[in-house]
């Protein structure tokens, strides 16, 4: 069946892969064994492949990795930067896994979401493990605790489904939003919240950003950690301070179709938006300083 996803640890040790048969496999790249993995659920997996790159030129020829552990239903990636866990998300539930371990294709379940979870992110620091759901709650899970599970923290405040979140890069803020994800519209709320993960009980938004005139797109904060950009559906962008008591943006016009995707530069001085043009197909990138 076909790779539907793929992450690579920050320590270039680990690859993990997802397929469309429900499937997820575990790739050691220090590992000298190579030896094929049984068949999971009447399906023949399929070995990945490695190919070495310089820059946009493929190289050399692909050596076969075979897999040192298997998981079900992940359809979401997410390998923490210390490169010791992974996260996936599917029909499964919210699982946890443990990639020093002698066995890394066991996981531990993390319970508490009544519907289905979307997005996730953990932070640069390895404490926050954060989930958005279906349930319109954000979840903070200790990342460092024995059972994350049992010290979850809420985050309530959303009408729509929470579809899209970040973390800093200095790992202090959190920002949710329903809006799109995966063309997905969680309907009519149109806010932002953001949240301090570095305060004593971060249950309660911090602030809340409001003024987008359609659903939010996509969200992105600065390498800095100082600013955030959200993009919306009626081709604008907006540039908020996150420090400071500060509610009010910046207003970006000059997109001609909806905006897919923002981001920042490295400097964070500058705003990259991408999307559609007016015809909904053409590329439409605009860079503003």
Do not use: Y
């Amino acid at each position: 069946m076909p790779v539907s996803g793929v992450a690579i640890s920050p320590n270039n040790r680990w690859l993990v892969t997802n397929s469309f048969d429900g499937t997820g496999r575990i790739w050691d790249f220090h590992s000298v064994a190579m030896t094929e993995l049984p068949t999971v659920a009447g399906i023949d997996l399929q070995p990945a492949h490695i190919w070495d790159a310089l820059g946009t030129k493929i190289v050399g020829s692909t050596r076969v990795l075979n897999g040192v552990g298997t998981f079900k239903d992940g359809q979401t990636l997410t390998i923490t930067a210390d490169s010791n866990r992974l996260v996936t998300t599917g029909e499964t539930g919210l699982r946890r896994w443990n990639l020093e371990s002698e066995n890394p294709g066991s996981s531990m379940v993390l319970q508490s979401h009544t519907l289905g979870v979307g997005p996730v992110a953990v932070s640069l620091d390895g404490h926050w493990l954060v989930t958005g759901s279906d349930d319109k709650t954000a979840r903070l899970w200790d990342l460092q605790a024995e059972d994350p599970s049992a010290r979850s923290i809420v985050l309530e405040g959303h009408t729509e489904e929470i579809r899209q979140l970040a973390i800093s890069p200095d790992s202090r803020w959190l920002v949710t939003c329903t809006g799109l994800w995966r063309e997905r519209s969680a309907g009519k709320e149109t806010t932002v919240r953001v949240w301090d993960l570095d305060s004593p009980g971060p249950r309660k938004a911090v602030r809340i950003l409001q003024g987008h005139a359609g659903p939010i797109t996509s969200i992105s904060i600065s390498p800095d950690s100082k600013k955030l950009v959200t993009g919306i559906a009626d081709a604008t962008a907006r540039v908020w301070n996150l420090l400071g008591d500060a509610t009010s943006s910046q207003v970006l016009r000059g997109n001609t179709g909806r905006i897919k995707s923002v981001a920042f530069s490295s400097d964070s001085l500058s705003v990259i938006t991408g999307g559609a043009g007016d015809d909904g197909i053409a590329c439409n990138i605009h860079i503003w300083k």
